[in-house]
């Protein structure tokens, strides 16, 4: 007969059970983990400007506390806040509908009110069609293209105090080929604003 | 020393025995100097099977009933929530319903007629396992909306754990066939492992990737292994042990790395040329002027493509041929492309005749399950059969 060892399953509980410490105050008990004064006001994205279309989620899955998605002037945004970061690892977001782009991205830096935002950015022209989209993430209230290294770096922290939600603002859209830098210098615009309107409804 | 004794690792069974149980295929005595050990281990081994298997008490019939019964539930339940049964819950109820009444008709017809050879655990065996399936928790909810989501996703994800636990059945049922019959010496390193996967799972608490805590968690089962079944068995099980890397979700968008999408749509459009449609294609994107699609990466075949090296791995090791292994690993890709170009231009022709509706109905993932069995099914035939029958009875 095929037997299972009784001598260790003992040791074994016991680390388990230790594992089960931070696996229980995490996922079952819940964390603090919000570092946003006003969250529902980023939706205010959404409405402000006067010629966008808002659609708000809360708890889009579970991984997702709050989404926001918008439309001006045909370029769609989306506004993602969620305390799992894995989405957000690679340079395309998963699931996150016109980041499907066949190119290679590269990071601009751009400066809003002494502030420096490193955007990812995509660029595409096919058939004399363009297609543009662009990207900034914020954690632990600093913008930053990437967030697998400060999650990375900040594990200890949020073992102890809880995670922190990362917040992505993405925004994509089409254009006829010659108003590709147009459309460009539009998404960054509109991306400086978003940010300092975090500063303002989360700082 | 370990807790293994002689009486726990008996049950060989051997032929022309009278209980009309069916002699394992391959058998072959170990050594002679255990025989005496082994038939009385084998007697009293088969006089079990005899009474609880194949025959006839009232409370054999009713355990031989809520087995079938226990394992035709797990099979429809499987088929139900899977995403191999459409996103519709009344076609999944109805195909969770067919897999229920089939597995109970098969069951029926061929009852399991193999000598038992998986001793009683210890009880507390079922505490670690409970304790192990908590640890789990951290990760459940990702994991059952990426493996039953759609058919876009991890559509093998449910079945993995079946193949590892099918596998290590046959494996070790082989072992005791061919093991001497002197016992395994459990490692104390199994718990170190174990530990080392725990760590990694309470670490993930602050990074919450998730992957890392899966990981770790899929660690944790060589350390299980080494711990419980000791360091020989362990390596004899290194393939089920592996194939449980299958768990991982892949994120969909390394099919654009792969060229999956772009290579669809071109291959679409060069299709739809034949019969005559002019379709405007840019990126992956192809329309026609009634109605158009994306070749998402969703849409790509990649969850296929992932699922198919699962297969290949088994087949690879079980095969003898390199030229058939050369195949099966260039096969996926191949598959992938060579399935879902007509299934694209489908979709397209679909989406201009019926308009973008079409996309949005029944028939959308249909066309994406299909897609996934023509992508899998055909590697069997890469098989080499001889050797899986040596290696796996």
């Known amino acids: 007969m095929i037997g299972l060892s009784d001598r260790y399953l003992a040791p074994l509980l016991a680390v388990l059970l230790l594992a089960a410490v931070p696996v229980t105050a995490h996922h079952w008990v819940g964390m603090p983990n919000e570092d946003c004064a006003d969250p529902d006001a980023m939706r205010s994205l959404a409405i402000g400007g006067g010629t966008l279309i808002g659609e708000f989620r809360d708890k889009y899955d579970y991984a997702i506390s709050q989404y926001t998605r918008g439309e001006k002037g045909g370029a769609r945004f989306q506004v993602v806040r969620s305390v799992y970061p894995q989405q957000f690892f690679g340079e395309r977001p998963l699931h996150m509908p016109g980041f499907q782009i066949d190119a290679a991205s590269h990071i601009e830096v751009l400066r809003v009110d002494g502030a420096e935002l490193p955007i990812r950015v995509w660029q595409r022209t096919e058939m004399g069609i363009a297609h543009v989209a662009a990207y900034l993430m914020i954690y632990r209230g600093e913008p930053m293209a990437s967030v697998l290294r400060p999650s990375v770096r900040h594990a200890f922290d949020a073992l102890i105090h809880g995670p922190l939600p990362v917040t992505f603002i993405g925004i994509d859209g089409y254009g006829p080929a010659p108003v590709a830098e147009d459309l460009r210098r539009e998404f960054f615009g509109w991306l400086g604003a978003a940010w300092t309107h975090y500063r303002r409804v989360c700082g | ?393």
Not at chain 2, 183 to 188: G, H, M
Not at chain 2, 275 to 291: D, H, K, N
Not at chain 2, 360 to 369: K, L
Request: glycine share 10%; hydrophobic share 50%; with cysteine.
């Open chain 2, 1 to 393: 020393m370990n807790t293994f004794t002689a009486d726990r690792l008996g049950g060989l069974p051997d032929t022309g025995q009278p209980w009309g149980v069916q002699p394992i295929a391959g058998y072959r005595r170990p050594n002679q100097a255990a025989s005496v050990f082994w038939r009385r281990a084998r007697r009293k081994q088969w006089e079990f099977d005899d009474r609880d298997r194949a025959g006839g008490g009232p409370t054999a019939i009713v355990k031989r009933g809520v087995r079938d019964g226990l394992w035709a539930v797990g099979v429809g339940v499987l088929v139900a929530i899977g995403p191999h049964s459409s996103s519709k819950i009344s076609v999944s109820a109805v195909c969770g319903a067919l897999a229920f009444g089939a597995t109970l008709a098969w069951r029926h017809r061929y009852p399991d007629a193999r000598p038992r050879v998986w001793a009683r655990p210890p009880t507390l065996f079922w505490v670690v396992l409970a304790a192990y399936a908590f640890l789990l928790s951290a990760v459940s909810s990702w994991l059952f909306g990426e493996y039953t989501h759609g058919i876009w996703w991890n559509g093998h994800g449910l079945l993995v754990p079946l193949a590892m636990a099918l596998l290590t059945d046959r494996i070790l049922r082989k072992d005791i066939q061919e093991a001497p019959a002197d016992a395994d010496a459990t490692s104390v390193w199994g718990v170190a492992v174990v530990a080392a996967g725990c760590a990694m799972v309470a670490i993930d608490c602050g990074i919450r990737s998730q992957y890392l805590s899966l990981f770790g968690l899929l660690s944790c089962l060589p350390g299980f292994s080494l711990a419980l079944l000791g360091p020989r068995r362990t390596r004899l099980l290194w393939l089920p042990l592996l194939l449980g890397l299958f768990l991982m979700p892949i994120p969909t968008r390394y099919a654009l790395d792969l060229q999956l999408p772009q290579l669809i749509s071109r291959g679409v459009v060069e299709i739809m040329g034949w019969f005559g449609f002019s379709v405007v294609r840019v990126g992956t994107a192809v329309s026609l002027p009634a109605g158009g699609f994306n070749v998402s990466e969703d849409c790509s075949g990649f969850a296929a493509f992932y699922a198919s090296y699962a297969i290949v791995l088994v087949l690879a090791v079980y095969n003898r041929s390199r030229a058939k292994i050369a195949l099966l690993l260039v096969a996926p890709w191949l598959l992938a492309v060579a399935v879902n170009v007509p299934r694209g231009t489908v979709l397209l022709l679909g989406a201009n005749y019926f308009g973008m509706e079409f996309l949005g109905t029944f028939w959308h993932t249909a066309s994406g399950i299909v897609a996934f069995w023509l992508m899998v099914l055909p590697l069997l035939l890469l098989a080499d059969r001889a050797t899986l029958r040596e290696k796996l009875g």
